[in-house]
Nanobody, 129 residues
Framework: QVQLVESGGGLVQPGGSLRLSCAAS????????IAWFRQAPGKEREGVAC????????YYADSVKGRFTISRNNAKNTVYLQMDSLKPEDTAVYYC??????????????????????WGQGTQVTVSS
């Protein structure tokens, strides 16, 4: 059974950093592409970053490029989102998601439409002074 569990959210001051974790079970994180999405109050869900299962290709939203880094630790079966130089507009609930049996093409197709078969429960990130 595919499960995704996010952790690492919290309250941070502008300019600070957080690292979110997405622990997977029921599959190996190197088997399928995995993405991070976020949804702020009153706004639509948006894709933040995506990592492919082959060659670890990465894709980022323009709003986070250069500040966020997605990575994968196969031994821990976990995907991370390192968030640096955080801004108040980064405040949102962050979700990880995957879409088996989609392979690396997921990051250039369904990801952009916000679609995935499996979602975590989300973790709140609040950037405020």
């Amino acid at each position: 059974q595919v499960q995704l569990v996010e952790s690492g959210g919290g309250l941070v001051q502008p300019g600070g950093s957080l690292r979110l974790s997405c622990a997977a079970s029921g599959f190996s994180v190197d088997s399928y592409a995995i993405a991070w999405f976020r949804q702020a109050p009153g706004k639509e869900r948006e894709g933040v970053a995506c990592i492919t299962n082959r060659e670890s290709g990465t894709y980022y939203a323009d709003s986070v490029k250069g500040r966020f880094t997605i990575s994968r630790n196969n031994a821990k079966n976990t995907v991370y989102l390192q968030m640096d130089s955080l801004k108040p507009e980064d405040t949102a609930v962050y979700y990880c998601a995957t879409d088996p049996p989609s392979g690396p093409e997921y990051c250039t197709t369904s990801y952009y439409f916000g679609y995935a078969n499996y979602w975590g429960q989300g973790t709140q990130v609040t950037v405020s002074s």
